[in-house]
């Protein structure tokens, strides 16, 4: 079993949809919570950063974390064509340094 | 501001054979980590410099090597190439601690045959 487990779709949506990007963990010793965006033949951008659980929202984009159950999850509300893109959860412990998932592409068609 | 830019672009090397990766941090930054990214995957941390010193490894043998310099811009050097080291390899550059945030460049596209 992988320490982050994330589903890499593709997830194809309407444009204006509320999208909704989950990762599950196994390391209880994570804290810090990270969702990145990538898109195609670019590196990774930050999106939204959490320490241990709750709820932290930034425009249209809301992550949550739910450390009883190891899982946290990303929405996007109003979903636009610009979203589409491989969407990364990462988190870290410790040493700071994260562990990534494998990634969930996102579609959003007009 | 300039952000985190990455050389070369693209690169085909040959199985065995030795390869050097650029990364120029952005401005400010003491931090630099690498990652390998292979295809359909999440980044693989490989390891992280500050102020020009080894600052965490994740799990790469010893062929994987770096180096940070002064001006905390650094290389990734890999020897004896092998095909599942085919991969886009991605610098990240902060000013260290858990709450930077990394900024990543746009990654070396490294195909070996």
């Known amino acids: 079993q992988k320490e982050v487990e994330q589903d890499p779709g593709p997830l194809s949506v309407p444009e204006g949809a509320i999208v909704s990007l989950n990762c599950t963990y196994s390391?209880?010793?994570?804290?810090?919570f990270m969702w990145y965006r990538q898109y195609s033949r670019k590196g990774p951008e930050l999106l939204m950063y959490?320490?241990?659980?709750g709820n932290k929202e930034d425009g249209r984009f809301t992550a949550q974390v739910d450390k009883s159950s190891k899982y946290i999850s990303l929405f996007i509300r109003d979903s636009q064509p610009s979203d589409s893109a491989t969407y990364l959860c990462a988190m870290s412990g410790g040493s700071y340094i994260p562990t990534f998932g494998r990634g969930t592409s996102l579609i959003v068609h007009p | 501001e300039t952000g985190v830019t990455q050389s070369p672009t693209h690169l085909i090397k040959t199985r065995g054979q030795q390869v050097t990766l650029r990364c120029s941090s952005q401005?400010?930054?003491?931090?630099v980590s690498w990652y390998q990214q292979a295809l359909g995957q999440g980044p693989q941390f490989i390891f992280q410099?500050?102020?020009?010193?080894?600052?965490g490894r994740g799990n790469f043998p010893p062929r994987f090597s770096g180096l940070q310099f002064p001006n905390y811009s650094s290389e990734l050097n890999v020897n004896a190439l092998e095909l599942d080291d085919s991969a886009l390899y991605l610098c990240?550059?902060?000013?260290?601690?858990?709450?930077?945030?990394?900024?990543f460049g746009p990654g070396t596209r490294l195909l070996v045959l």
């Open positions: 401005s400010g930054h003491n931090t």
């Open positions: 410099y500050y102020r020009e010193e080894e600052n």
């Open positions: 990240a550059s902060s000013l260290g601690g858990a709450e930077e945030t990394q900024y």
């Open positions: 390391n209880s010793a994570f804290q810090y």
């Open positions: 959490t320490y241990s659980s």
